[in-house]
């Protein structure tokens, strides 16, 4: 996503919502692109009970970006890639730029990669090359895999099969319907929703997150985008986390606690002990 998106970045920050009852950690984000300090980002977040992040590349400057960032601060890990939507005439050098930068030990995910069908902003070959490229990366480096999928469900679940997905899959932003919830469901994919599953139109990704089983379900912010109602419109960060999670907890019926854990576990299995 592009910084204006949503003209987001120029707009007041909303206030720091009630803390939630145990930690948990925000699965995707993007720190080089919040309008804060990532010292701040991180004050902030562990205010509310979010007391961990992952930082996500989308092409090399943003992943060198997320691997300086986790290398820095103790509470933060890297994922990097190449985003489908920056991938026009993507080279093999590229793609092993990403395999170098995989090697740090903080970087934890190779992501976000994937499919963009939604915005032509580059062409599909492109796209399904650098995807099985960055399937290659994550098989290769013992790394999850973040997806990226917009409008691409089906190809992205068939590019998966094909070329065998890693041992952790990641579905970023889930968009898919209660269906395919089910189908990540058989084959282990782990899914991870964002604020838009508060918004009012959002009525299908309620479905499909109630069919999500508990030990696959993460939380992320995709932040500066997708903040929660109530404060949509507003650019979102890591600290706003907990109106998403309460909002899944009331979605799924289960305690906001048992949710939490459950997201904590999830995400320690995803991404590693921290």
Not at 125 to 148: C, M, N, P, W, Y
Not at 205 to 232: C, G, M, N, Q, S
Request: hydrophobic letters at 40%.
């Amino acid at each position: 996503m592009s910084r204006d998106e949503d003209g987001q970045s120029s707009r007041s920050f909303a206030p720091l919502p009630e803390r939630l009852p145990v930690d948990v950690f925000d699965s995707h984000c993007h720190l080089d692109i919040v309008d804060t300090p990532v010292q701040e980002q991180l004050r902030s977040a562990k205010a509310a009970g979010v007391t961990r992040i992952v930082t996500i590349g989308c092409d090399l400057p943003s992943s060198r970006f997320a691997v300086e960032a986790a290398a820095e601060f103790d509470d933060v890990y890297a994922a990097v890639a190449i985003h489908p939507n920056e991938t026009t005439g993507i080279s093999d050098a590229v793609l092993e730029d990403v395999a170098r930068l995989a090697a740090h030990r903080k970087v934890r995910a190779i992501g976000e990669t994937g499919l963009d069908y939604y915005r032509d902003w580059a062409p599909k070959d492109d796209q399904h090359r650098s995807f099985r490229g960055h399937i290659e990366i994550a098989k290769r480096t013992g790394k999850a895999l973040v997806v990226h999928d917009r409008d691409a469900h089906d190809d992205v679940l068939r590019v998966l099969d094909e070329e065998g997905a890693p041992d952790t899959v990641v579905f970023h932003c889930y968009s898919g319907d209660a269906q395919m919830a089910e189908t990540c469901a058989e084959r282990g994919y782990l899914m991870s929703f964002a604020g838009n599953v508060t918004f009012k139109n959002a009525e299908p990704l309620r479905e499909a997150l109630k069919a999500a089983p508990l030990d696959l379900l993460l939380v992320e912010t995709d932040a500066p985008f997708l903040t929660p109602i109530p404060h949509r419109g507003k650019p979102n960060a890591s600290y706003l986390i907990p109106h998403t999670v309460r909002a899944m907890a009331e979605i799924k019926g289960v305690d906001v606690a048992e949710l939490c854990t459950a997201i904590a576990a999830n995400g320690e299995r995803a991404f590693g002990p921290w």
